[in-house]
């Protein structure tokens, strides 16, 4: 089953490592942009009729930045004209300081039933220093308003000056805060994002400071019930993200509004990353596409390995062998010796290790043939 990203692209202010397709200075333009996006909507669903929908993803930007009425309306749109689900699973990424009861209570009413929330840091000064818009107690009063629900929560790793103790504390307040899920990541400092003169003065912390970080992390929420399922993703029985995990199985999604990506019927094509150009192309009826390309032979494969490996449960062999009429054990004979000491052949499956899967793109590159 397929999933769908509608993304918004608009926040209150930009934060100091970003480079996402997020414009605070357009806002604007966020009648203009969902009335295009609304178009698109109908557009594609014409075009993915024969497709059953399982998961909706609201991302951003911020998608709890615009008035509720917008993602009501998306919301609306993709049920009237999408084929979903039974009650699919549909995600919206929250910043705290961007919601009250009453938006909460309006995504609930339309089914939204996941909340992602973008927490980073439970250190105000450390939020400071990311020029995000909100404090550790914002955090507490976002999740006190989504008591009993589905909430994810982001942690970055890799901050200034940041130690394991640092990082633990602030998965307790997302853990206070009812978080069940958590996506770790890794700082990493873009190109032209005012970051970047940080990393090349030497303010942050080295590679191997970061994986010292994150293997402590892996154990203090394993420590707690909270088992890895991705390299980034972490999360208790149960409350593992549908519409990531489809992404990892190479499954098919469509990606609505500017920047977004698709891979349906084996092509990858993304959306324009501006807003003025995404419009107009909407509103002359063309595909607002800035590049496209189908997938097939080689590259294909190695997608398949490269997602699945990025997981803790690896790759299904005999997936990989219907999907692509090959005998892996045989096609990749040689990566598999070269790597064995990564590897964890069993079952039908191929694993990386859990000690190097925080190291997997070496391990990985090897099956790029
Ligand atoms: S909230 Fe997210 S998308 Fe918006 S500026 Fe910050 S990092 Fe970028």
């Known amino acids: 089953m397929a999933g769908i990203y509608i993304h918004v692209p608009f926040c209150k202010s930009k934060c100091s490592y970003c ?10 333009k966020i009648e203009s942009y969902f009335a295009c996006l609304y178009r698109e909507i109908e557009a594609r669903a014409k075009e993915f009729k024969d497709k059953t929908f399982s998961t909706v993803y609201f991302g951003g930007g911020t998608p709890s930045f615009v008035d509720e009425k917008f993602i009501l309306g998306a919301v609306r749109q993709v049920k009237k004209h999408f084929n979903l689900v039974y009650n699919p699973e549909i995600t ?24 992602s929330i973008g927490l980073q ?11 995000r818009i909100h404090t550790a107690k914002d955090f507490l009063e976002c999740t006190n308003l989504l008591k009993g629900e589905n909430i994810s929560a982001d942690i970055l790793i890799g901050l200034e000056d940041q130690t394991l103790e640092q990082v633990k504390k602030s998965i307790d307040l997302a853990l206070t805060g009812g978080a ?12 032209g994002t005012p970051i970047y003169n940080d990393y090349l003065n030497g303010r942050l912390l080295s590679d191997d400071e970061v994986a010292d970080i994150y293997d402590g992390v892996r154990e203090y929420l394993s420590q707690k019930g909270i088992d890895r399922y991705e390299v980034s993703n972490f999360a208790l029985k149960g409350f593992e993200s549908k519409h990531n995990l489809n992404y990892w199985e190479r499954g098919e999604y469509v990606g609505l509004g500017v920047s977004a990506s698709s891979f349906m019927n084996n092509r990858r094509w993304t959306n324009s990353y501006k807003i003025d150009e995404y419009n107009t192309a909407i509103i002359f009826n063309k595909v607002p596409e800035i590049s496209s390309d189908i997938i097939e032979g080689k590259d294909a494969e190695f997608e398949f390995i490269m997602l699945a490996l990025r997981t803790e449960n690896g790759m299904s062999i005999e997936r990989f062998n219907k999907e692509f009429n090959l005998d892996f054990l045989k096609e990749y004979a040689e990566p598999l010796k070269k790597k064995q000491k990564y590897l964890i052949l069993e079952n039908n499956r191929l694993k990386i290790k859990p000690e190097y899967l925080y190291v997997q793109n070496d391990i990985i590159l090897e099956f790029m043939k």
């Open 92 to 115: 919206i990424e929250i910043n705290p300081g961007t919601v009250n009861k009453e938006k909460i209570n309006a995504y609930k009413s339309v089914g939204i039933n996941r909340f």
């Open 19 to 28: 480079d996402f397709a997020s414009y605070p200075k357009e806002t604007s």
């Open 180 to 191: 069940k899920h958590l996506s770790v990541y890794a700082l990493t400092p873009e190109v």
């Open 121 to 131: 840091t439970g250190y105000d000064c450390q939020l400071k220093k990311l020029n």
